[in-house]
């Protein structure tokens, strides 16, 4: 059985309780995206300034449990000054985190002897605080919260996409 | 067997624990303090064995068997319905005594049958700011399809229906749909008032009583309402069987819900003629085992009397309040009535700023089951300025040792997150 000391590692509990880059920017020109989750409430907004292919700032608002929160904290703090590409990577490389736990969860054994990776990122992306969020896979109900305000980044950069195709 | 039901009179929560398997699973950890049975309850053997014993010596479908297990299955079918009737006091079980898939169903079916039968465009209808929402969802489809107009009686910060203004709302409605206890705070309603100021303006009362008739002793003729939604499986039942009881005269003055067979007296390719009470209402294979669990859930009930099971619930609210206000003090918040007799044994917790999520999180690895978060209310929810609340809930099978339990646990919380 799964200790609470694996979801609610120290790093997470400063997130939230020191939320990173807690506001709003203004909308325009800053882009506004919603991740809820009607199930448990959980409500996330993600603000995005978008600077030639660069996220200059990112501010996060909304309400809802420790896991979620914190995650979204984690990620501002990781996306924030980085540009697309490498933000796409980023989010790869924590839904691997997640996923490759969720296969590991689903085959029966703790060995991680799935075709991914065991430490399921992409090649050349550092986790850094975000690793401490690998607990979460343990409690698979809460997976939902711990990726509310990634899913709600990537909707964001696919929105950006369409309307600035960013140089080939 | 003998069972330990048989000390009629009172209720002893821990020696009734016995009787419900899942709550001695062999399991890691501390052992299962199950505080969730607002949601769901749990299953004495009785039920189960009832239910077994039924598919393994009596299967066969309902309503149209010509040999001996069929009517063995309609017999046992028929004697369910009387059973369930029978416990809420309804003069006509036989009849007035619908079978639905839960009460979320029943509630749909007063909606579309009788509300799209009998209401115009620009009727009112009145619904309270605490109801689940299974008793507000089925009246917005249907105002939206008629045009009706929606009214609302508000929640003081006692947890009460502000019933103040029930003569001014109620002026004029066509219905008043109300629970009887609130999933959220417990708060057990007066309906006295509420089916007199129905009757003044001639509108029925329809009761939401998924959380009160497993808990209180029911009387559908004293309580006066015209329609009582509940649900099987809050009430010590299987999932997937809910019941509708309705006053006679009014099942027959509303045209049938959903079509199929059963349903039917007649069918040609011009037309059908519907069935009468209460197969009108039933249409396609009943959930028989689950109407006969049903039944046997309502003996067991019986059998430990409601007075005592609502008495050991009052107790145990008692206890479960000053257990809770006595250890966590400040740190914790207790919506409602706060008040024993005045609500059922449900208790919705704030615990500081500690997320619902998080609270039942750290209290699952102490055994202790509550439910957190909306709790289908969300309009409630918006009332009380919270997002969520985790609550507890207790039943038949909870004793001091599971309020215990929760104290302690949450405690585990607070070292936690503070």
Redesign the interface.
């Known amino acids: 059985?799964a200790?609470?000391e694996d979801?609610?590692r120290e790093i997470i509990?400063d997130h939230y309780r020191n939320p990173r880059n807690r506001g709003e920017l203004p909308s325009p020109p800053a882009r506004r995206v919603e991740g809820f989750n009607p199930?448990?409430?959980d409500e996330i907004v993600v603000y995005l300034d978008v600077d030639g292919g660069t996220i200059a700032d990112v501010k996060v608002t909304g309400?809802?449990?420790?896991?979620s929160q914190s995650s979204a904290s984690m990620m501002s703090t990781v996306v924030k000054g980085r540009s697309i590409d490498e933000a796409r990577a980023v989010i790869r490389a924590f839904k691997g985190l997640m996923s490759v736990h969720e296969a590991r969860l689903d085959s029966g054994d703790g060995d991680g002897n799935g075709a991914a990776p065991a430490d399921g990122t992409e090649p050349g992306v550092a986790l850094g605080d975000l690793a401490a969020l690998q607990g979460v896979v343990k409690?698979p109900v809460?997976i939902k919260?711990a990726t509310l305000s990634w899913n709600a980044l990537a909707q964001g950069l696919d929105e950006q996409g369409l309307d600035e195709p960013s140089p080939a | 067997m003998a069972r330990l039901i048989d000390r009629v009179g009172s209720v002893d929560g821990g020696l009734l624990r016995a009787d419900f398997p899942v709550l001695d699973r062999p399991r890691e950890g501390p052992r299962l303090v199950y505080l969730d049975s607002a949601s769901s309850s749990q299953k004495p053997r009785a039920v189960l064995e009832t239910m077994d014993a039924y598919y393994e010596s009596s299967y066969a479908n309902v309503h149209r068997g010509l040999y001996s297990i069929a009517e063995e299955s309609d017999r046992l079918f028929a004697e369910a319905r009387t059973k369930v009737g029978r416990f809420i006091g309804a003069p006509v079980p036989g009849r007035e005594v619908v079978f639905t898939k839960n009460a979320t169903e029943s509630l749909n079916l007063v909606a579309q049958a009788w509300g799209r039968h009998h209401l115009r465009e620009g009727d009112a209808i009145l619904l309270t700011e605490m109801e689940h929402h299974s008793n507000l969802v089925p009246w917005f489809i249907l105002a939206e399809q008629l045009g009706l107009e929606l009214r609302y009686l508000s929640v003081d910060d006692h947890g009460q229906l502000a019933l103040d203004d029930l003569e001014r709302l109620a002026d004029g409605v066509k219905l008043i749909g109300v629970t009887l206890m609130s999933n959220v705070l417990g708060t057990i309603n007066p309906l006295g008032p509420i089916v007199e100021a129905a009757r003044a303006n001639g509108a029925i009362v329809v009761g939401d009583g998924s959380q009160y008739v497993p808990h209180v002793p029911t009387d559908v003729t004293a309580l006066g309402c015209d329609f009582l939604a509940f649900t099987g499986h809050k009430m010590l039942g299987p999932t997937g069987i809910g019941v509708l009881w309705g006053r006679e005269e009014l099942l027959d003055a509303t045209p049938p819900f959903l079509g199929g067979g059963s349903m039917i007296r007649d069918v040609r390719l011009d037309g059908y003629e519907p069935n009468e009470l209460p197969w009108k209402f039933e249409a396609g294979t009943p959930p028989i085992a689950e109407a006969i669990g049903l039944g046997a859930a309502v003996d067991y009930l019986q059998a430990l009397g409601m007075d005592a099971v609502r008495g050991h619930e009052i107790d145990l609210t008692a206890y479960a309040l000053d257990t809770l206000t006595r250890r966590h003090g400040d740190a914790i918040v207790i919506h409602g009535p706060r008040d024993p007799c005045r609500q059922g044994g449900l208790l919705s917790i704030t615990y500081k700023d500690v997320h619902p999520h998080d609270l039942s999180q750290v209290l699952d690895q102490a055994g202790v089951c509550v439910r957190a978060g909306h709790h289908c209310a969300k309009p409630l929810m918006r009332r009380l300025g919270v997002s969520g609340t985790a609550r507890a809930s207790l039943y038949v099978y909870n004793d001091e040792s599971d309020v215990d339990a929760l104290a302690e646990a949450l405690t585990q919380a607070e070292a936690l997150f503070f």
């Open positions: 059985m200790g609470l979801l609610y509990l199930l448990c409430g309400q809802g449990c420790s896991i409690f809460r919260c």
